[in-house]
């Protein structure tokens, strides 16, 4: 009886499988980590070309704007997704390393004339230091209680700037941080800093897409699926931890970098508990253990917020509301169960009509 | 000037915190001992319990007590809604989402008071109106007394619920064997209801207790909840003597690091607090029944 269901086909199906094909080079694929070797896909063609090629389509300031924000975003994603989709940990205090970053770079700018591509590679050091100091003591805790001591540190890093004002300026932050410039070139229309980020975003996406494919990949996965397990098979779980931890660190210090010569100000506002949330939100609805995942709800995210902020002070309950629905609806994330529930939709009706004909 | 003089002071308003504090750890401390989740939506709680009783007490013209009764039982139910709209559907959820879904509930409550409340500060009248009174050289004001005083009576009748009464039992049995539970017939949803609703109430009496005190607004709820969470850890995680030693010895010293350092620090005192807890005996001062038996 089932057999026959499948050995049936209708002129309709090939409509189907067409939709079905033009899908998959949109969407990722939920479990792409599985494959051994990297290799350079349509799809990935397809990302970098939209990519390059929309700016220059839609050219628009504020869309430039806030793509601007979400390349930011989505490079905070990459990092986190690396110690949470992929090492199984979580960390709510990711807002801090961005901070720490940003820090970096306004300091060493302002006050010491530092170039900013030097400054840039500083704040990704500084961070993963800062990272590598806090690591070993924090990553030996899990769960509920790893969220609550880094989002601690996160708490400790606000009120050591907002404190020390000598430093870091205070509450009110430190101004006029000199765009980033590479050898006299100058980002600074929000078309130029659009390509420096996305540019940056998509070296650091080749450079995760190579490191969860190596040995360290691998045994982040192990440690995520069992920590006993993976110890077992001579895989210092410490060590794996504070990598992904600090790697994640260096990539929010990146993103802190570029985040204060592009906007050119840096104050305790913007690295409070709200951003780190919103980091998580991004890798749990970009889907655990994937790359594109994140990107792509950073992007969603940002235009969400951006869309709501019209609405005033009715802005933050709806903003609320929306994550508790994604996270009730798409609790594995908006791409994976997109794929698995466009697929379903694409080809519901002819399966409904099929079971209809066949008789019991 | 003699430079030790403030402490005593100091150490009145430490206590008082601490009882604070302790509230709202036992708020954490009754959900954990059902369901194994952490309510970061609790300190929202302790909000909205000063809120509303300032908005019934200022705005309805209702009577100091009745106010209090009221915001309880509103608080309650917000509690009851909270579990039925977010916890519920998530109940097999793993775990970084009911956390993210906590903290988004915490962002709509606070953000739909300051709607409904508007964005100042609040602050209520003390229960008796009467002004502070001295012994020796630190002058006590009433307010502190009564809310030491209600926090030992809430340690008392929740200790004599969770292990004098069938209830209790119940609630933690379906926190520390869930299997079991469901096999001898606990209701184990219903009893993470009952355990929002209880942690709920909890929390709006914190918050009544301490808008005379100082300046409740919108947005003080999370550093709160975070506080009272930390008083948990620090006594002992899922223990009520746990969250009461661990609320009075957080608020007084954090009282106290006034005297040594810039107050701007205060805050910060609290986490490291934590980080250096977490680090060194994760079980807390007393130890903790959920930590020893499984790795957390």
Not at chain 1, 226 to 255: C, N, P, Q, T
Not at chain 2, 21 to 41: C, D, E, H, K, P
Not at chain 2, 220 to 229: P, V
Not at chain 2, 267 to 273: C, K, P, S
């Amino acid at each position: 009886m089932v057999d026959q269901v499948h050995k049936e086909f209708r002129k309709r199906d090939l409509l189907y499988s067409v939709a079905l094909w033009l899908l998959s080079l949109i969407i990722p694929d939920p479990q792409l980590h599985y494959r051994r070797e990297y290799r350079f896909r349509k799809r990935d063609l397809f990302y970098l070309l939209s990519i390059l090629l929309i700016p220059l389509v839609w050219s628009d300031l504020h869309f430039h704007h806030l793509m601007v924000l979400a390349g930011i975003h989505g490079i905070l994603a990459l990092g986190l997704t690396l110690f949470m989709g992929y090492a199984g940990q979580i960390s709510l205090g990711h807002a801090a390393f961005f901070g720490i970053g940003a820090y970096t770079t306004a300091i060493l700018t302002t006050r010491y004339g530092v170039p900013s591509f030097l400054a840039f590679w500083t704040s990704a050091l500084t961070a993963s230091f800062f990272a590598f100091l806090i690591g070993r003591p924090i990553l030996k805790l899990k769960g509920y209680f790893l969220a609550l001591a880094t989002l601690g540190f996160g708490e400790i890093f606000l009120v050591l700037v907002r404190e020390s004002s000598g430093l870091t300026g205070g509450v009110i932050g430190i101004f006029n941080i000199p765009f980033f410039s590479i050898a006299g070139f100058m980002f600074d229309t929000y078309l130029k800093q659009y390509y420096l980020i996305w540019g940056v975003l998509i070296g650091l996406v080749f450079f995760l897409k190579n490191l969860v494919r190596s040995k360290m990949g691998r045994a982040f996965l192990a440690v995520a699926s069992s920590e006993d397990g993976a110890s077992s098979v001579g895989i210092d779980v410490a060590r794996i931890k504070l990598g992904a931890f600090v790697i994640g660190a260096a990539f929010a210090g990146l993103a802190g970098s570029l985040f204060a010569s592009v906007m050119s100000t840096a104050n305790p506002e913007i690295f409070s508990l709200n951003l780190s949330v919103l980091i998580v939100m991004m890798v749990i609805l970009g889907g655990m253990g994937n790359l594109y995942g994140p990107i792509a709800a950073a992007i969603f995210l940002t235009f969400m917020i951006d869309g709501l902020s019209r609405y005033q002070e009715y802005s933050l309950p709806v903003y609320g509301v929306i994550l508790i629905l994604l996270l009730i609806f798409f609790p594995d994330g908006i791409g994976t169960r997109l794929r698995v529930r466009l697929i379903y939709l694409i080809s519901y009706w002819g399966r409904k009509r099929r079971r209809e004909k066949v008789e019991f | 000037m003699d430079l030790l003089y403030p402490l005593p002071q100091l150490l009145v308003s430490g206590i008082t915190f601490g009882a604070i504090y302790a509230l709202v750890g036992l708020g954490f401390v009754t959900i954990a001992r059902a369901s194994q989740i952490i309510n970061f939506a609790q300190g929202e709680f302790v909000m909205l319990g000063g809120m509303i009783t300032f908005f019934l007490f200022k705005g309805a013209d209702l009577p100091y007590p009745l106010a209090g009764l009221l915001a309880v039982v509103i608080v309650v139910l917000i509690g009851f809604i909270l579990h039925l709209l977010v916890i519920y559907p998530l109940r097999k959820a793993s775990l970084p989402i009911l956390l993210m879904a906590t903290l988004g509930a915490s962002l709509v409550l606070s953000s739909t008071s300051a709607l409904f409340f508007g964005t100042l500060p609040k602050a209520l009248p003390p229960f008796l109106g009467s002004g502070p009174f001295e012994i020796g050289k630190i002058s006590i004001s009433p307010q502190s007394l009564w809310v030491v005083g209600a926090t030992f009576l809430v340690l008392l009748s929740l200790y004599l619920l969770s292990h004098r009464t069938f209830l209790g039992k119940a609630m933690e049995a379906s926190s520390t064997d869930p299997l079991g539970a469901d096999l001898s017939g606990i209701a184990r949803d219903r009893m993470i209801f009952l355990a929002f609703g209880v942690s709920a109430g909890l929390g709006s009496l914190a918050g009544i207790f301490i808008t005379p005190l100082f300046y409740v607004s919108y947005h003080s709820g999370i550093l709160i909840g975070l506080k009272g969470f930390i008083a948990a850890v620090l006594g002992g995680w899922g223990k009520h003597s746990g969250a009461i030693l661990g609320g009075f010895v957080l608020g007084v010293v954090e009282s106290l690091s006034v005297a040594f350092i810039p107050s701007g620090y205060k805050d910060g005192v609290a986490f490291m607090i934590l980080l250096l807890i977490l680090y060194f005996r994760p079980k807390g001062i007393l130890g903790s029944p959920f930590i020893d038996s499984r790795r957390w």
